[in-house]
């Protein structure tokens, strides 16, 4: 069976690893992004450049987006010269950015209008499971759309788990950064803890991490922590993105969420201090600035 023609929206820390592995899968790509240059890399690697999100729709059998925010997603498949002003009946549509569950339901009640299909499929795994094909995908949407997808998926991650009906993808990947910013706020804790009461951190991440505090964020940020390392596998700007629909989504349930909404409001320090860019395990720095460590 031939392979289907991918189209990628979007080629920035995630897009670009997504669309080189596809590349090496054997998969046909073109690729469109906001900021040309940031496609280049991709280009010299052997995708296509096409000049809008309609053009990669006209071009391809499959189109991922990998943008920002949720007004990204509308701008890229609703907008003029947008993904549905270029579909072709019978193509399917992959949303892989995080945006709220309602941006993912208008996408695809557009797109199933002029006869073509919508899963939403945010991920985890950042940059690094990005890069290593390793992501975990969670998917919203019917059982025929995800069936079309996996060949394409299987490509980009480990773990596809089938969450529900168009958004609730969206929805599990809320509770991801639930998870994800509070195990982030205690991995920056216990390093400050550490820090103040004479432990080197390092020999306290070795001891700690193969017991019951275990976690990603531990083996993969307290690391980074520890170097000084701040650049960022997702960023602060990002996961502040991330948390705000969380919470609104929470507010409009009548959930509360306080240990998000801390962790919210720590990350606005960081921002405050020009640190947004900068990936979250940075969240560190401001538990160090009121702790007076320096």
């Known amino acids: 069976m031939n392979k289907p023609i991918v189209g990628v929206i979007g080629?920035?820390?995630?897009?670009?690893?997504?669309?080189?592995?596809?590349?090496?899968?054997?998969?046909?790509?073109?690729?469109?992004?906001?900021?040309?240059?940031?496609?280049?890399?991709?280009?010299?690697?052997g995708a296509t450049w096409r000049n809008s999100p309609a053009d990669v729709a006209r071009s391809a059998d499959v189109v991922i987006s990998v943008v920002s925010d949720s007004p990204d997603v509308e701008a890229v498949y609703l907008g003029k010269e947008g993904?549905?002003?270029?579909?072709?009946?019978?193509?399917?549509?992959?949303?892989?950015?995080?945006?709220?569950?309602?941006?993912?339901?208008?996408?695809?009640?557009?797109?199933?209008?002029r006869g073509a299909a919508f899963i939403d499929a945010?991920?985890?795994?950042?940059?690094?499971?990005?890069?290593?094909?390793?992501?975990?995908?969670?998917?919203?949407?019917?059982?025929?759309?995800?069936?079309?997808?996996?060949?394409?998926?299987?490509?980009?991650?480990?773990?596809?788990?089938?969450?529900?009906p168009v958004g609730f993808g969206q929805l599990t990947k809320l509770c991801n950064q639930i998870l994800c910013?509070?195990?982030?706020?205690?991995?920056?804790?216990?390093?400050?803890?550490?820090?103040?009461?004479?432990?080197?951190p390092e020999v306290m991440l070795q001891a700690v991490s193969k017991g019951a505090a275990g976690s990603w964020a531990l083996d993969n940020l307290g690391s980074r922590m520890i170097r000084r390392d701040f650049a960022p596998m997702f960023m602060i700007d990002l996961q502040q993105k991330d948390l705000r629909i969380a919470l609104s989504t929470a507010r409009e349930?009548?959930?509360?969420?306080?240990?998000?909404?801390?962790?919210?409001?720590?990350?606005?320090?960081?921002?405050?201090?020009?640190?947004?860019?900068?990936?979250?395990?940075?969240?560190?720095?401001?538990?160090?600035?009121?702790?007076?460590?320096?």
């Open 181 to 200: 910013g509070l195990n982030l706020l205690a991995v920056s804790e216990a390093m400050v803890f550490a820090r103040r009461v004479g432990l080197d």
């Open 83 to 113: 993904v549905g002003s270029g579909i072709r009946p019978g193509s399917l549509c992959i949303d892989i950015s995080t945006v709220a569950p309602e941006t993912a339901r208008a996408v695809a009640l557009e797109l199933r209008n």
């Open 122 to 164: 945010p991920v985890s795994g950042g940059k690094t499971g990005a890069e290593a094909g390793t992501l975990s995908i969670m998917v919203g949407g019917e059982e025929a759309d995800l069936r079309r997808a996996r060949p394409v998926l299987e490509v980009l991650g480990k773990s596809i788990v089938h969450c529900g």
């Open 253 to 294: 349930q009548l959930v509360p969420l306080p240990g998000t909404s801390l962790v919210h409001q720590l990350l606005v320090a960081n921002q405050a201090a020009g640190e947004g860019r900068e990936g979250t395990q940075a969240l560190l720095k401001t538990i160090e600035r009121l702790a007076q460590i320096h």
């Open 11 to 45: 080629t920035g820390i995630m897009g670009a690893p997504m669309a080189r592995n596809l590349l090496r899968a054997g998969f046909s790509v073109g690729v469109f992004n906001r900021t040309p240059a940031k496609a280049d890399c991709i280009c010299a690697e």
